[in-house]
């Protein structure tokens, strides 16, 4: 099983509609992101958790939310959905100690027509 | 605010060649410097982490260099092969509580039979 898995792997929605990318880890790590990537935009922070009761926002956080239910999951909400949302949603997880690397989930690629 | 910057944008070299992908930040007070490659359309597979207070690190036919000073990374591909097309990504990891990941936008490498 991968490290980081997120779900659906890639969703089509319709403007409007409220959709939710979920991510889950078994890498015992503390912290979680939501990054999404776009053609010449590169990755860009949405979110970030350092546990269950932080939340922080990144660089692009409007139009969306998100919940940690648990040290192991992070869920990425956009609540009415617009086209200028369909990219690439990556999640991403990260130690707190000196041996500080990231480990991304595969991706959730996220069209909204 | 950090900006990455990697050049070349797109590489193509022939099977068997040795080459280097280059890295540069803007500010030098980084945690650690980690390297991904990106397959058309999938995650980013985390490759090689230099901390801060090393110079390199290498994985078989791969070798990061790190100088903090100058602000510059180089990742260096030995005896490349076709397996090795992607996207390189390069991305600085902040110091502070933070430790935000700034990724540049990436050098696609075609290595040709």
């Known amino acids: 099983d991968a490290d980081v898995t997120q779900t659906p792997r890639n969703r089509i929605t319709k403007t409007g509609k409220r959709i939710m990318l979920e991510c889950s880890q078994t890498k015992g790590h503390d912290r979680m992101y939501w990054y999404r990537q776009d053609p010449g935009l590169g990755l860009r922070l949405i979110y970030y958790s350092f546990d269950v009761k932080d939340i922080n926002k990144g660089e692009i956080s409007d139009g969306y939310s998100v919940s940690r239910q648990a040290q192991a999951k992070f869920s990425l909400s956009l609540e009415s959905a617009i086209p200028n949302q369909t990219a690439l949603y990556f999640c991403?997880?990260?130690?707190?100690?000196?041996?500080?690397?990231?480990?991304f989930g595969s991706g959730t690629r996220l069209t909204v027509v | 605010k950090q900006e990455v910057t990697q050049i070349p944008a797109a590489l193509s070299v022939p099977e068997g060649e040795n080459l280097v992908l280059n890295c540069s930040f803007t500010d030098s007070a980084i945690y650690n410097l980690q390297w991904f490659r990106q397959d058309p359309g999938k995650g980013l597979t985390s490759l090689l982490l230099?901390?801060?207070?090393?110079r390199e690190q290498t994985s078989g036919r791969l070798n990061a260099s790190l100088d903090k000073s100058s602000g510059r990374s180089t990742l260096y591909i030995a005896a490349s092969q076709p397996g090795d097309s992607a996207t390189y990504l390069c991305?600085?990891?902040?110091?502070?509580?933070?430790?935000?990941?700034?990724f540049g936008s990436g050098t696609q490498l075609t290595v040709l039979p």
């Open positions: 991403a997880t990260s130690d707190s100690g000196i041996f500080y690397g990231y480990t």
């Open positions: 230099i901390q801060s207070s090393q």
């Open positions: 991305a600085v990891i902040a110091g502070g509580s933070a430790r935000q990941l700034t």
